[in-house]
């Protein structure tokens, strides 16, 4: 059981290049989730999906968008990257909604320069 | 969405037990609570959860004041293992829309 998947593990980008974490989980949960983590500080919640063909906006959308195509798959995709987007990224799932269990994935750490 | 309040950091000595405080005096009636931890250069992981009264499982156990403004996340016995980060984060139970807020969290230091 592989739970929530993301990748690529590292990725440098160089500013106004385009690109797309990929996050995947096979525990048909519907409610999943982006997050980014700066140095030393909490999570900030970027977007969140409650099931296939669903998308909001969480704390920090501004520069990032997603899709919701599948239900076992929420890609996160950056258009111009900026050195302000350099961060870890999380993804999450939960089963049944923000209330049960979130499973993360191990994260993706970007720099972009 | 509901606030919590957490200390920045504290410290425990390996094999005692911990008591982590969060403040949530603007919490709802449906409002649940739940603790998640990051261990360093980790995702996130589930500790706990509840809503009213006070729950246990094998990683912790759930102190909810009776008033609900705050709760205390219970570590029997410290192990050099359980040095990470606690989150404490309040969700509506009713609206599946909630958002999941993380706030800066407790780093719990464990002195050998």
């Known amino acids: 059981n592989a739970g929530v998947t993301q990748t690529p593990k590292f990725q440098v980008l160089k500013t106004g290049q385009s690109m797309t974490l990929q996050c995947a989980q096979d525990?048909?949960?519907?409610?999943m989730s982006w997050y980014r983590q700066d140095p030393g500080m909490g999570l900030r919640l970027i977007h969140y999906?409650?099931?296939?063909?669903?998308?909001d906006q969480g704390e920090v959308p501004n520069g990032y968008n997603v899709s919701r195509s599948t239900t076992e798959d929420f890609p996160l995709r950056l258009l111009s990257a900026a050195p302000s987007q350099t961060s870890v990224y999380f993804c999450?799932?939960?089963?049944?909604?923000?209330?049960?269990?979130?499973?993360f994935g191990q994260g993706t750490r970007l720099t972009v320069v | 969405d509901a606030k919590t309040t957490q200390p920045n950091s504290m410290e425990s000595n390996e094999e005692e037990p911990v008591h982590l405080p969060c403040n949530h005096s603007?919490?709802?009636?449906?409002?649940?609570i739940h603790w998640y931890r990051q261990l360093p250069s980790q995702g996130p992981e589930y500790v706990i959860h509840?809503?009213?009264s006070n729950v246990n499982n094998r990683m912790a156990s759930l102190a909810i004041a009776e008033d609900r403004k705050s709760s205390t996340l219970i570590l029997h016995r410290a192990t050099l293992r359980d040095a990470a980060v606690y989150y404490c984060i309040l969700s509506h139970f009713l609206n599946r829309d909630d958002k999941i807020i993380f706030g800066k969290g407790t780093r719990l230091h464990i002195l050998p």
């Open positions: 525990m048909n949960h519907e409610y």
């Open positions: 999450a799932s939960n089963p049944a909604g923000p209330n049960t269990e979130a499973f």
């Open positions: 603007t919490i709802s009636g449906t409002d649940y």
């Open positions: 509840g809503l009213t």
């Open positions: 999906s409650v099931g296939a063909g669903i998308t």
